[in-house]
């Protein structure tokens, strides 16, 4: 992708990324065997087969059903398998036995798949604003889970100790780089915040996710964002310094679980190999690259080391926005998937920021079933910001909220250090 | 008490007030068996002996050992039994096997208060303002674990299906009342809050906690907090609407903590018969009285079902700076310990925002040991703000941070909702 | 098969009959995809794909390596993910991980096994009666996991919400019977036991496993032996009269169990629809059909409610050695897997007796690794005698000792009544 | 105690060994404190409060309530928590909360005690054989309480880092060992044993608990006991020479025991240190006395390693008969609780056999409540024969079965090894 292609590029329909994304997905699935697409390696991660029914149930379900007289269900006994957690749609599986599901097969879902994708875009010419919407939605639920099904398989392929490699490691691509903006001007490592009153949050126009918005202000005092992203060398050096046995560097719910889990490196690391398991296999670290499948205790207690901090969710916020959201290093079929050296605020890995994931001044669910988006999961997760190499290129926002408990290691995430100043 | 005594009063010296805490300790310990009072219910519960040590402890260590030259250990083995958390002052005994400890008796760990009580009174006219201060916090510490010894009494004496009385409960006085303002002048039963950028977090100055300052701005849009915070009767009113099984109103964590544990009412309640347990034993209701022992779950989704939300630390922080923070239904000897009707932002029952316990802009943790105090334990938690019916008068503040996990209920925990505007 | 057929048929040789075991394996996983061969529904189940690759390890490490000089694995990896329990072959994949072992595939594995297969046949010639005793030890562990491969296939499916068929249920035949001694001529519910001294326990000659010996004598007071198993009417009887419902029944293990995993009928029952799930989907009950699927605990209350007990391993033995242990309905390729009316003491179901599994007297275990075999888990399981119509037909004898904790119900397990006389 | 003084003393009545046992129970309870007397370590240790008051609850239920027409429960509310596991009995506290009862008081459960023992020292001259044999069965329930409650005790200080002793430690008498036959008069190390049909169990006639009966035969082949107890110094050679890091002679269970529990010693062991810590405090080793505080499963490991096994309970009953069972060290006041060198088949420890605990053949549990008393543990438990230090002396018989669980460990257990000869 270049600037000449971004500009001249005619505006793309909606039938026309409902069906690019319908078939990313299936791209994403390709390299599987019916076994692996039934690995499920702990309750939080869920079969690749789970995420191809998953997201043709929804739009199934709130489109199709909702919206197109007539419809029934491909399947009736299958919504039961595969709605993920809408208390409104009725009983469902317990999210840990989604892997117990060898049956419907592979080839059944992908012939669901093809059903549903058919009837979308046979109705879609006709509908209102409403429905057009919920497919917009369903597009970005969509791609939310092309980034849950490598990171899925990633977790399922590291539990199986021949550690099957997912696809090749392509060669390290000089391409990316053009598309990312240098982090700082001047070579420094820090990068001026903005500070005072600042807007942040979504807008009503364009498709934002409801925890989003509404946008509101917020005021700032002065701080500094680090211009890169701590790199798997910085943590080699925080390794090597007692990082992960000195408790006065850790939160205590984190040096508990540090001790609990017997946690000595990020997660998929041989720490005296220098490597890490990726979907290319095993593969020796790239001391450059940023540092990912860290803790959000991990992060905290690396950014104390460091005598920095992690950067609140606004203050992250408003130095993305002035940043190309779909450039950096996101997910590309050209390309492998790991995250590289040299990224902006987009790309390369999620970053842990130190705000709670809680509603923002004014924020109203939406009405219904499809209500149930984000809202009742404002407890207990901490906001990580930007976008990783598995997020599907385009499905990235300044404004966009994305959390996780702070345990959790699975995803592509790390950390971008900051300072008051 | 009253307005005239309040004013007239001589400056309290803090030898003074280190006697006044240390017997209002033994006090509040005096009904207690040495039986009751190494009863410890729940890992989150001390018994009481241990919060009657470990305070000494506190004192021993942090104050004599560092800043009075020559001091040795009253007993070189128990600072083993009564360290809190400080990973910096070595190993201690695993927190769950704090009710394992018959010996020392009472008797001794009431010597051990005399012996230390008595060096530190001797030297307290010596001491600079470094030592000065940490006599200060030990003060501070020690009313904190007041609050949470009656909390831990209260647990204890519930898990025994006896249900003994701490206490009598002395009749409603209307006394206290005197000391509260006016909810709102005009009957309303919300009240205006204020906009746009305040100040909240403590100035440094007199004695504040750590995680309380610094002093700092944050924008607020227009809001209204109630009143007078939920009462009993409302209570009854939002499980007599379905409350506890409306999956609808809930946190996605939190409906599950419901189903696991079964929970129908806030802890203590006999729903069906209308009755609380208390310091007092099995008491019936008062309606009006504020509701108490409720989670942040609880307070959540009853301020959905109310069609209002709670309120952010900062809004409730801004209107409690305008009122006295000694005033209200709080821990005097006088008074039987309960929250009752009428009163303001400080006392009865501690509020739950929906706030997480973070740190403010620009804090940072003091240094040495002592500085383990609050910055560790800055996740998973919410912050709750003004006082209880539990917290010594003198101890709160508007800056207060008291924070716990979103299931806690053995405090006096309650909700006061708030709206935007 | 006919009785012709069993009397004129020649001896059948060692290798003829590693042939047929390897290829009734295979058969046996027919019917499965390569998602349904990686099921893992509890820790104690495996996959299919697993049993296939435990048993080729079996012959592949301790024939193979040990007696065929420069036989090399065929993949280095593998002993680790497909060994079972012999610490003495060095570390393993954790038990409850096999599910995650989505390769190699079941082609891959397939592969391994012919290639072990020809091995074994090639070499077979050479070998002498150490080597040959392990190939027949080989083939009767084959032939224990071919009924645990159907028991661990039906526990996958029945977690799937859809309880899709394994195979279908073929005609109920009558051919069967003829097989069966009439368990008691006389028509008497009850079958008079041996009294006094008797032998029991395997001599040494023909193959048993080590557990089985040595032949030891016993003394036996005067019993009866139900003529037939407890059934499925008889069950539902105890259900309908409050079995699972009265203290009193049970033993305070097995109460403590039932009511902490809310257990109220068996394994797999839909009481009030008069249903099971079997192999061949869910299925009606056979009301005069062997009740299945309980564990030792609903045996032992059963028995009690009844007014009888368990019998010992010694009766129930004794008994059986007077019986055809090839005869009545086991595994034979014709006929679906399902307990039936009328059988004796071998087929059906393997019967819980009152007889802990502890080592007969003057039992060594054999030496090396394979030594390993059952020893090691004489604690905490009960003795089941007979076989079940999961036991592949050649499998069984008096002496063969099955063996499972108390709460087990997975394997088809019955129950058969005794009394004291 | 001398051979003449046990022909001389004159008959000892009911009333006097009624009054006697409750005395002693006292007696032992006397050291301890308010505090003391309400510790549970863990859900298997009562405390010594609970002991007193539900031996109480005992006579005052089955004797008093159903013998005494016109009594009244002491109070009404105590049974609920002071009932063990008496299904027919109505509901109780749940056993792991028996530690929250810090009221009533140590007094008040006193003065219950007298209460009743004065009710029934009345009672007692009117009372019919019924209600004799459960006065009967009182003193034995009671004498069982005493050791537990000694062995509940030593596991509350155990918990206590300042590890208190209950007791000072006598002076090691040589009285104790004229009351020991010699084991084996040829100075054998083993001993040899009765072979062919014998009786074990226990006649009807004097009293003894439902589940040593009925008398009945079982057939033993030749084998030997060894002449002595499995000693200190023979422990620590099984630790020196890897018994614990040696999968190879663990039962699976057991290795996943240890593995687990990291077990590297006998409970209370500081093996480095050479010392136990006892009901005197921590003490050195005798390496001569019994090894003590193992469970099942060390005693099995070291039977293995020894080349040896442990006895059945019927080897061990018909030798333990021949020897006089009020013999050996038990409790007894004026010595120190502690096993000690020298002593025979009763006394210092109960030794683990290699039988599970199951009815004996034409076993039937009493009627009634009472009947709830020993058959309804028949599962998971293995039996100890002999008797303790800690066993009041005259509560020994060889036909006793004591029962635990295989990874009990707080109660005095030993070994004694046999072999098949």
């Known amino acids: 992708m270049n600037q000449h292609r971004a500009i001249t590029a005619p505006p793309v329909s909606l039938g026309e990324r409902l069906a690019a994304t319908r078939t990313l997905t299936m791209a994403l699935a390709a390299p599987l065997s019916e076994a692996d697409a039934c690995l499920q390696p702990c309750p939080d991660a869920s079969p690749a087969k789970w995420h191809l029914a998953h997201t043709t149930w929804f739009f199934e379900t709130f489109v199709l059903r909702d919206h197109v007289p007539g419809t029934r269900p491909y399947d009736e006994r299958w919504p039961f398998l595969f709605n993920s957690y809408y208390e409104g749609e009725g009983a469902r599986l317990a999210r840990h036995r989604r892997g117990m599901i060898s049956r419907p097969s592979l080839a059944e879902v992908r012939d669901w798949r093809t059903h549903v994708d058919e009837a979308l875009l046979r109705a879609l010419p006709s509908f209102g604003p409403d429905a057009a919407a919920l497919v917009e939605l369903g597009i970005q639920h969509e791609q939310q889970h092309q980034e849950l099904l490598l990171t899925d398989i990633l977790a399922g392929f590291a539990a199986n100790p021949l550690e099957p490699a997912y696809d090749v490691m392509a060669p390290t691509g000089g391409a990316m780089t053009s598309l990312v903006p240098e982090a700082s001007g ?4 820090w990068r001026k915040g903005d500070e005072g009153l600042v807007a942040i949050g979504a807008e009503t126009g ?3 996710f409801d925890c989003e918005g509404p946008k509101h202000r917020v005021w700032l005092e002065p701080y500094d964002l ?5 790199s798997n060398a910085d943590w080699q050096q925080f390794i090597a310094d007692g990082g992960y046995t000195t408790p006065g560097l850790w939160l205590s719910d ?6 609990r889990e017997g946690i000595t490196a990020p997660l998929y690391w041989d720490a005296d190999e220098g490597t890490s398991f990726t979907l290319a296999g095993r593969q020796r670290l790239d001391p450059a690259a940023p540092v990912s499948h860290i803790s959000y205790y991990e992060a905290d207690a690396f950014a104390r080391w460091a005598g920095a901090r992690l950067p609140t969710e606004a203050e992250y916020e408003v130095l993305a926005a002035r940043e190309n959201s779909a450039g950096g290093n996101q997910l590309d079929r050209a390309e492998a998937v790991r995250p590289r050296a040299g990224g902006g605020l987009f790309g390369d890995v999620w970053c842990w920021t130190g705000s709670a994931f809680l509603s923002h001044p004014g924020f109203t ?3 219904g079933t499809v209500g149930e988006y984000n809202g009742k999961f404002m407890s207990g997760q901490m906001v990580l ?3 990783s190499c598995a997020t599907p290129r385009g499905h990235s926002r300044a404004t966009y909220r994305n959390f996780f408990p702070p345990t959790a290691r699975w995803q592509y995430m790390g950390v971008r250090l900051a300072r008051s100043r």
């Open 186 to 189: 001047d070579g420094s490592p």
């Open 206 to 208: 364009e498709f934002t």
């Open 226 to 230: 680090a211009a890169a992203a701590v």
């Open 254 to 259: 984190g040096w508990d679980w540090v001790r």
């Open 365 to 367: 669910p939406a009405e």
């Open 385 to 387: 910001k930007g976008a």
